[in-house]
């Protein structure tokens, strides 16, 4: 028996046009026809998207899903559940889990664990380094083989710049991107903060945007000498952006991303010790801001991640300086990269449709991020005009904190389709009309 879906009267959007007055029938878990006035059959479930906009479902290429070893912080169900409340139908698992996923067998039990217990598409990374510490190459070969999608040590930056060398040396006869947080912990210090005003307010050491900019030339010199795919992760610094946008006009192989909270936050909103604004790199300035937000405008900046990083409420409600760094992003980072990006006019919404969902897809090689005939039908529906408020407390996830409680966001996921299965979501909780909605919230937030 054939499995059908009908959506009806919605506005499709893709990562390059819009699609006004079409229906999107669904069989299986394939898309199988996009048509005006499609009849639906008495038996055909059917959603009226009037008002509407479908997009591609997103693909969110850096956040850690804490299994195996972490359950406790988060596991697959979890971790699945929240990204189908922010309209992830893919996402990625970075390798710090335990044991880490640095050897074949690692990766097919990760494969087939989440297959098994995942709502959504889960693709591994696969260590570079053995235990991620810097020291000696993991089995890259068996692991691509084995079906790791890119190789990276998540957020652990390789200081051994021979490592880097005999990496990028080794990973250039294979056709798979290297994903790198980069960081010379000898100068970020090892805290959450940046190094500036509030820093030395608070009596805190803060990390310098050298100690990102050191780390990202030296990787980008390197990536140019042996001509690999260089993938750089949550850019925070309006020089880091500059050298990246140099790099792409001289022709070296280099991709980059960044999160919600570089473009949303800044440091300020670490005042009175805010831990749950913690995170690597740190929050920057006002102008560093205003520099990824320009990255993101002009193309220098590819993606937009999640960055999801969960953990206990236990690790943020403690001193500052050591309480752990992330925040819970599933549910939030598609609606504060509209509100803050498409909604200010920064970019469209096929531009953010790309940077969420078709531009991840083509990093990673995997068949996402399309809406089109014959294409799995991972889809997302969602009100550009309704207005939610952030109850970090309802969220999917077991990490149920954030620094954007209380804030009210634009793009109210509705419905989230994963492999042709629907899912409504629970963020109409609490839904606001739109004149509810101000952008002086975010001010100390971020005010540009």
Not at 65 to 83: H, N, T, V
Not at 337 to 365: C, G, H, R, W
Not at 381 to 386: N, R, S, V
């Amino acid at each position: 028996m054939i499995n059908t879906l009908l959506i009806k009267n919605g506005t499709i959007f893709t990562h390059d046009k819009t699609i006004y007055n079409m229906d999107i029938l669904i069989e299986d878990n394939k898309i199988s026809a996009i048509e005006a006035n499609i009849i639906p059959e008495d038996s055909w479930p059917v959603i009226d998207a009037k008002g509407l906009y479908i997009i591609p479902g997103l693909v969110d290429m850096h956040c850690d899903l804490c299994e195996p070893g972490f359950d406790f912080k988060e596991d697959y169900i979890s971790a699945g559940e929240s990204a189908i409340n922010g309209g992830f139908t893919t996402i990625t698992n970075n390798p710090n889990t335990q044991p880490v996923i640095d050897n074949r067998a690692i990766v097919e039990y990760v494969l087939t664990k989440s297959k098994k217990e995942s709502p959504v598409n889960v693709y591994p990374y696969g260590a570079l380094s053995k235990g991620l510490k810097g020291l000696e190459l993991a089995e890259i070969g068996e692991m691509q083989l084995a079906g790791v999608v890119a190789v990276s040590d998540g957020d652990v930056p390789i200081e051994n710049s021979g490592l880097i060398k005999s990496l990028f040396h080794y990973c250039s006869m294979f056709d798979i991107p290297i994903i790198l947080h980069c960081e010379d912990t000898q100068l970020s210090n090892g805290h959450g903060i940046n190094d500036g005003f509030i820093a030395t307010q608070l009596g805190i050491i803060g990390a310098p945007e050298i100690a990102e900019t050191v780390a990202l030339t030296r990787n980008i010199l390197l990536a140019e000498a042996y001509n690999i795919h260089l993938h750089v992760c949550h850019v925070s610094t309006k020089k880091s952006v500059e050298i990246i946008r140099n790099a792409k006009k001289s022709g070296i192989r280099i991709t980059a991303e960044t999160s919600p909270q570089y473009f949303t936050l800044d440091e300020t909103c670490l005042i009175e010790y805010n831990s749950l604004g913690k995170v690597n790199p740190p929050l920057r300035t006002k102008e560093d801001v205003q520099a990824i937000i320009k990255g993101i405008g002009d193309g220098t900046i590819d993606v937009i991640s999640s960055d999801h990083k969960p953990d206990t409420i236990d690790s943020k409600d403690i001193e500052f300086e050591l309480a752990s760094y992330g925040i819970s992003s599933f549910e939030t980072a598609f609606s504060l990269a509209y509100t803050k990006l498409v909604d200010t006019k920064v970019i469209t919404l096929e531009q953010l449709i790309n940077k969420m969902s078709f531009k991840p897809s083509q990093i990673l090689a995997i068949p996402k991020g399309k809406i089109a005939l014959d294409a799995i039908a991972d889809i997302v529906i969602f009100d550009p005009e309704a207005s939610f408020l952030v109850e970090s407390r309802n969220f999917k996830s077991k990490a149920n904190y954030s620094p954007y409680d209380g804030m009210i966001l634009k793009g109210l996921i509705k419905y989230t389709i994963v492999n042709g299965k629907k899912y409504e979501t629970n963020n109409d909780n609490v839904v606001l009309s739109s004149s509810d909605y101000d952008m002086s919230q975010f001010e100390g937030y971020g005010d540009y």
